[in-house]
């Protein structure tokens, strides 16, 4: 069962699907806990992020009618999935009306001030009968989590809730409690009573002392007349100093509705940057999920702002995906970006080695013995990528050095070929000098193809550091050393037979002319001129390389090819190779790039619970044939590609030069593109692009182009109105000259009604151009009480209408 959603995609909607389908539910972030839901809408876990455990285990709810004893079991109802939470609505046996919104408190940091870590589970009833019910609800939590089998427990009157800590680790308090006082209390070892086949009746309100697995259980009793409606809530939280933080911490919850409206304004003012918006909704929604995912993973650790490779399983942060997080976030939270990249810069290893992961709790890292790793340039690429986005020359002046020690160090592990040599003679992550470092029982090491062009990459990314910082000589060294790497990789790892290049010359030796998907590198990183990066882009067009939810790692007829082999490395679908294939794919096959983001970020949606996905939701690897996902639920360094590939592959934003330029890659059926509030070295940038039958451009900034091109001066998107949920507008403005842009998303004609706060006396000369007619027209002068009203403008199927304005005298 496909997820339903309705919209264009760039702007808020919800994922509503029936409550049988789903494999498991959503993951949910904030800076201090997660939480993860099950398949049933119950809480799965509340972890602790300075912690690194599961605080308090699975919190289910039950009901019963207190007249007869006998359970309510929910009927079919459905899940509601928005970006910042998850809603069941369901009815009970007896008619009354359950509607159910688990979150996170989650608002905007200050620094490292944050909001303090709190579940929110809200219940509202709503009696839908002719005659009164009597409820009683149990909510059961399973308090150990996953902390040693020493549990305390006790009830807090004034905080409404039971406390739970480990008698080996007493200062890590952890809180389940309600919003009103409940009826009865207990904590027990028999977790049967939660879901007993009739009402317990009231609960001993007695606590145990020590105990190895307690449920705690909370119960309140309503009556409900007809048509009454009531509140309320339960919450989790957790302290690490003791009973009486988690006082204090609980003192200042804010109450649920206030909670949750803190938390969606957060996430509303980060989702509405870097709107990208096509004809094609699902990269339209891909983008919009992405954000929202990217901010689930942002966390404060004891070592500052970072995130984990595996959330809720893991405590490490690795540099591979924190640098390719960067090149999203730096398009949504640049400061959380800065600060996670900064920890790696500030711990370079002695001989300038980038490390592969650390303890975000401890600081302990680790580097697999390896003499070189990709983490290395990809830290110095992530760090260039922050500077170009943000503008912030203290920040380059900062990393510098460090980015210079690590580039001296790459250039100190070339072999006599010129190329960059790992030396790893072990298997797996003790072997493996790349992405695909989990491969048991594999090595991939020597002169990698991907190494050497993500160096490559590297080496010229300083040289265009020390040009901004002045130092000529640097930049003279490392733009000859790239280029000397450059001639290596395309006279040594260049098969001329094929016209591809090796995935490595092994460490006998040997050139292995394994084909995967590892040949985008070359071509992302520009290693590749454009005549071979247009027949690897073509060899990785194939069928046998493609699925319906993306790329496989290596084709399907390949030697190698299994569909789960090496965890899906060895021909599985990794959906976010699949956004770097876009990305390299955008300028030679932009045909090719829309189905890849298109189709890729689609199959989250398509019967989740076949697939085990989530819809909207970022999942990590699939099996190569039945296209389900193995991995995890949430893979945090996925949606920051999606994001990255949407900006800079498909909307074409580059950065290597003093001021932005833009060279938009529309598919042959896109006839238009529009990108807004990109946040860039200080301003924020809007543009679209559409087919008059020539490719026309309009920004609120000057760009060298080839394509006629019109600048004004700011975005007035915000003061149109616009009706139908498949349209999407732009506005612009220069002194008295205004343009209005109109997109349809939907696959078929549609009308739409735009209009738009001006003055209501003034006139204006008003040129229109209709994808639907194909020709540019001179209309009627318009009088600005007619656009207050709002204009009628007739779309054809995922067609556009530009209307530029002249005000007057």
Known sequence: MIARITGSGERLATYEISDNQMAAGSTLGSPKAMLTLKATGAIEKFYSIEVGE????????????ETTGIPLPPLPGEFLIHPSHQEHVFELSNGVEVREDLFLLSTEPQGHRVSPPAAYYVVELHNRGAIEARISTFASAKLRGSTKHDVMTRYDTKLRALLAWNASAPEVVRAFGCSKQPTSYETTLDSGKASAPRFPGRLAKSTLKSASEPVGILHLSHRLKPDECIRFFFYLSFSLEARRGIGRTVRALPPANKALAETQAYYDRVLNRAVVMTPDQHVNRGVFWAKANMLRAQLLSPTGWCFVND???????????????????DYTTPEFARESLLWYADHLERRGLVAEYYDIRTGESEDYGLNINDNTPLLILALWHHYTTTGDEGFLRQVYRKALKAARYILSQRNEQGLVWCTGAGSAEWGIVGW???????????????LNSECYAALATVSQMAHVLRRHGEAAEFRAAAESLKDAINTHLLNPRSGLYYLTI?????????????????????????????????????PEFWSEAGIHTVPRNDISYGPTHGYGLLGGVWVAVTFWYAFAAARFNPQFMAYALSTSFRHYSQDPRRNNT?????????????????????????????????IEGAAGLELSGPAPRVHPRLAPDWHWLGVRNVPLRGRDLTWFVVRTPELRMYANFQSEQAMPMHVYDEDVTDLLGLSGDSAVTIGLRKGDSMVVFIGNTSDRTTM??????????????VRTFNSLRGAWVEGKPVHGRALQRGVAVQLDRQGFCVMELREEL
């Open 54 to 65: 599961t605080l308090i285990g699975t919190v289910v709810l039950h009901h019963w009618d």
């Open 436 to 450: 695909r470092n989990v491969i048991e029982n594999y090595r991939l090491s020597g002169a990698t193809t991907e």
């Open 614 to 646: 989530v819809p909207g939701q970022f999942s990590e690897w699939l099996h190569g044939e039945t296209l389900t996902n193995q991995g995890m639920m949430l893979s945090p360094w996925f949606p920051p590609r999606y994001l990255w590939a949407a």
């Open 311 to 329: 959330p809720t399983r893991s405590n490490n942060s690795v540099a591979r995906d924190t640098a390719w997080f960067a090149f999203g976030a």
């Open 506 to 542: 092994d460490l006998e030796g040997n050139p292995r002319t394994d084909i995967t998907v590892d040949l985008v590198f070359p071509v992302m990183f520009g290693v590749a001129d454009d005549v071979i990066a247009a027949h690897i882009i073509g060899r990785l067009s194939v």
């Open 752 to 765: 739409s009604a735009w209009r738009m706060k001006v003055t209501p006396e003034a006139r204006y000369a």
